[in-house]
C-alpha cells in the first residue's frame, strides 16, 4: 500500500515535473526493502491480494504497468540501508 500511495501521489507527479521542466526523460528508481511486493509488482497481480483493489484502492495493475515503462525502476535494497 505505501509503495502505491507514494508512488502514484509523490513520485510519478514528480517526475512528470522533472522532465518537463528539464525537456528530457528523466529516471525514477523506486527502493523497495520487500522481496514479496517486488514479486507481485513483477507477476501484477497475486490471489492471495485480490482484495487489495477492494478494500484499499490500489490498483495492482496499474502500477505494475508504470513500473514497466523504460524510464521508472523498481531497485531491491536491504531495509538498513532506506534512509
Known amino acids: 500500500m505505501s509503495l502505491a500511495y ?4 509523490e513520485a510519478l507527479p514528480a517526475l512528470s515535473l522533472w522532465e518537463r521542466l528539464l525537456d528530457r526523460t528523466v529516471e525514477l528508481h523506486c527502493l ?3 522481496d514479496a511486493t ?3 509488482i513483477e507477476n501484477k497481480w497475486s ?5 487489495v483493489l477492494r478494500t484499499h484502492k490500489v490498483n495492482l495493475g496499474s502500477l505494475s ?6 524510464n521508472i525502476h523498481l531497485d531491491p535494497v536491504g531495509t ?3 534512509a
Open 80 to 82: 538498513k540501508e532506506q
Open 32 to 34: 523497495q526493502d520487500n
Open 65 to 70: 504497468e508504470q513500473i514497466e515503462e523504460d
Open 47 to 51: 490471489a492471495k491480494l485480490r482484495h
Open 6 to 9: 507514494s508512488f502514484f501521489s
Open 38 to 40: 517486488i514479486k507481485v
